[in-house]
């Protein structure tokens, strides 16, 4: 068997076994441990297996990644994507779709200290696709919208599949979190555009938020029912978040608030600004740290994991002890889950990536490439094109870590920058998280929100379309992307 024949036998037995629903680290890693025995020996093969997968994951760098997944948890735990929201929604109330628009926004600032695009469309879809619902948005744009804006979560650092395409192709971390940045913002803003645009003929409008007043109050507030909230606000404070059917049941006196003014600077002080501080506290750690040169990546990942523990204490201090300590417990479970999964595709992609390395399948691509005598941005482009339906199959650490050992020697050897490629690579990505079949954050919107998946991926295309211009745009015009970390090159 030539090696051509050898490398396209392996990518089918691959292919067949992830249709086959075998675990994506076991099929990754067996691909390659068939490949090398047909290549080479069984001698040769133990060896690769006995001893490549420590000498790849018994890195200090790659410790960065539990610390950044912890960090996320603990955010979440904190309560920061709920007290965002809030604000978010407050502060876009007025515009059309303002509460999609609060939920975009709202992702966006809980991803830049989540790292996870499925803990960000998880977290966000329990906040808000219900209230969208409620009143007038579309359930497959409600749920279309907060199932792409959790996409940002991979590319607003931090970001693991930054750390990782980092990692593996030896770039700077701190250059390729830097490059998702502006790329990420300009994202959701272009998100928001399109929300804003679809529900340009509807009312639904979020209203102000205090600390204690529950989402569904707000949002009845929105509906114009001002007086009766402001009732329930005559209510004896007592630290507890009311719902609409615990406070039926009250008794509710009687209040003059004829003339009340919500946008007064009262009800502004009254919103959970703290979520917001805190975002920009672990954002300043990380990123802060990192390029000033105090802290190394990998430090300042632990010491804003460090730093988002105190928030989460602080926050859950009136709950108890007891409370606390189950709030960490679960946040150590689920980083011990998400890193262990990581883990092992790293073992898995290993494998596969040495028998590519000894089939020589990276020069072979190259040559291959050259060969076409095509222009380089637009040979890279037909490359990074095959992303797509890639990501429709496929889980996306999976393609990472297929692909970016395939195309990053092409991209170096056509002229392009590295920290670009990172951009690009990821915002293909993320429209694989999106795009069905697998498209595993409308699966993660879907089951948190109670809903159909098919809801969900009804209401995606036009979000994928955004995407898409938006690729355009970073794809022609790379200093969106390179700006930034040449400004913070360390």
Do not use: C
């Amino acid at each position: 068997m030539t090696p051509t024949m050898l490398v396209f036998f392996i990518l089918v037995l691959l292919v067949v076994l992830l249709a086959i629903r075998m675990p994506v680290a076991f099929a990754l890693g067996l691909s390659g441990a068939i490949g090398l025995l047909l290549l080479r020996s069984l001698n040769h093969t133990t060896n690769v297996l006995g001893s490549l997968p420590f000498t790849e994951t018994a890195s200090f760098s790659l410790t960065i990644i539990p610390m950044f997944t912890l960090m996320g948890m603990l955010a979440v735990k904190a309560r920061i994507a709920e007290q965002v929201f809030a604000v978010a929604a407050y502060l876009f109330k007025r515009l059309p779709g303002g509460l999609g628009v609060a939920a975009i926004m709202a992702s966006a600032g809980f991803a830049a200290v989540s790292g996870s695009s499925i803990g960000t469309a998880a977290t966000m879809s329990k906040l808000s696709v219900g209230e969208m619902r409620k009143y007038g948005y579309p359930l497959p744009l409600a749920s279309a919208a907060v199932a792409v804006a959790g996409t940002l979560g991979v590319l607003i650092p931090p970001s693991v599949f930054l750390v990782l395409y980092a990692i593996m192709v030896g770039e700077s971390v701190a250059e390729v979190l830097a490059a998702g940045i502006i790329p990420g913002i300009l994202s959701a803003f272009a998100y928001a555009a399109y929300m804003i645009y679809a529900m340009r003929k509807h009312t639904a409008r979020t209203a102000a938020i205090t600390e204690t007043m529950s989402i569904s109050e707000a949002v009845e507030v929105a509906a114009g029912k001002q007086i009766q909230v402001e009732q329930r606000r005559g209510l004896p404070s007592d630290g507890w978040h009311y719902d609409a059917r615990s406070i039926s049941t009250v008794p509710v006196p009687q209040a003059n608030v004829e003339g009340t003014d919500y946008t007064n600077i009262e009800h502004v002080r009254q919103l959970p600004w703290r979520g917001v501080a805190r975002i920009g506290i672990l954002f300043f750690i990380v990123l802060g740290g990192m390029y000033s040169g105090v802290f190394t990546p990998t430090e300042s990942a632990a010491i804003g994991a460090l730093v988002a523990g105190i928030m989460l204490a602080v926050e859950m201090f009136r709950d108890g002890f007891k409370a606390i300590v189950g709030a960490f417990i679960e946040a150590f479970k689920e980083t011990a889950g998400t890193t262990s999964m990581v883990f092992s595709i790293i073992v898995g992609s290993t494998v596969l990536s040495a028998f590519f390395v000894q089939a020589k399948v990276p020069r072979m691509l190259t040559n291959a490439v050259l060969g076409w005598g095509l222009p380089p941005h637009l040979t890279l482009g037909i490359m990074l094109l095959a992303l797509i339906p890639l990501g429709m199959a496929l889980e996306s650490i999976s393609i990472l870590v297929i692909t970016v050992p395939l195309i990053y020697p092409v991209a170096m050897e056509l002229g392009f920058s590295g920290v670009w490629l990172a951009v690009l690579i990821v915002k293909l990505i993320e429209i694989g998280l999106v795009t069905p079949p697998v498209g595993i954050n409308g699966f993660v919107v879907a089951g948190t929100a109670n809903i159909k998946a098919s809801d969900v991926f009804r209401g995606v295309l036009p979000f994928v379309l955004v995407d898409m211009a938006v690729l355009v745009l970073l794809f022609f015009v790379p200093a969106i992307s390179t700006w930034l970390p040449s400004l913070v090159r360390v």
